[in-house]
């Protein structure tokens, strides 16, 4: 106990090593709270705040990184299908059976890293194939989806009245069904087919933009500036698309990581059930459902290598879109 008017032995002044205490444990509040400051100091556009803030997630910055390398191995697929070129190893649909000496496949090596099939077709090439076939879903799927909804949604919310009662109880129906369920009977009514997939996910998909968009628009419509396009005369459809809808989008961004995710499961599911993308073609349900026949027989990579492709991919997207909710919320911002 350190009398009165007596200085501490190690030299310090009274309170110091509390305060060296505190310093250490909020070092990293601390500098989050510099930074807020020093940006502070200059003016932020709305892409460049969602950024420094996005950035923090660390979670959400390994799941855009999954996604960039996710697009540039489907572009690449795209791009060399397009032009004739084989950019996978092998020829993913030649069959080699010296390669499946058993019937069951060969397991992975340095020729054949992800091993081969049933019927000897190199497994690693059959994987990059099916990312094209995935990254055309999720986008042409989710562009379709967005596509409708972005133009019934605003419609909705900016008219109201009957107009929305319609578009809304219409997009009740579309919900009130189990979604995988709805997809099924669209692809019984449709047949099975590449093209078709996209359709029936993308039919589906509208409803969850539309109600989200309709929301954010009855937010902004009776803000000041949608008032003084209407004073200068602009019509109601230059006002819903040009000045309404542009401040509406922040969530849809969100919508849209969440629903190529998605739509890359979906289209997985019906691969895996036999109505999806059909042989040859590859996609990752297609693998996964044939990995499950020999996956007791002692072929595991079959089952493996399709289903680590698909979870890590699909968890980009989720992650990347719950970090970028995150940082695009304004009940965050401080």
Known sequence: MTEYGTEPKNGSIHGQSDLGEMTSVSTVGQRDVIEDQLVGQRPLGLWADTWRRLKRNKLAVVGLGIIIVFMIVGMSQVIA???GWQWSPYDPNEVNYALT?????SPPSWSHPFGTDSLGRDLFS????ATRISLLVGVIAVAIALTIGLILGPI???????VDSIIMRTADIFFAFPYILFVLLIMTVLGQGFVNVFIAIGILGWATYARLNRGSVLSVKSMEFVEAARAQGA??????????LPNTMAPVYVAVAMGVGGAIVTEAALSFL?????????SWGSLIDDGRLFVFAGS?????????ALVTTVFGFISFGNGLRDATDPKLKE
């Open 300 to 308: 595991w990579w079959l089952l493996v290598f399709p289903s680590i």
């Open 156 to 162: 909705s919310g900016y008219y109201g009245g009957w």
């Open 235 to 244: 019509s109601d459809l230059r006002v819903v698309f040009r000045h309404v």
């Open 101 to 105: 000496p058993t019937g069951h496949g």
């Open 274 to 282: 036999g109505i999806g993308i059909q042989p040859p073609d590859a």
């Open 126 to 129: 059959r994987v990059l194939v």
């Open 81 to 83: 299908n397009v032009a």
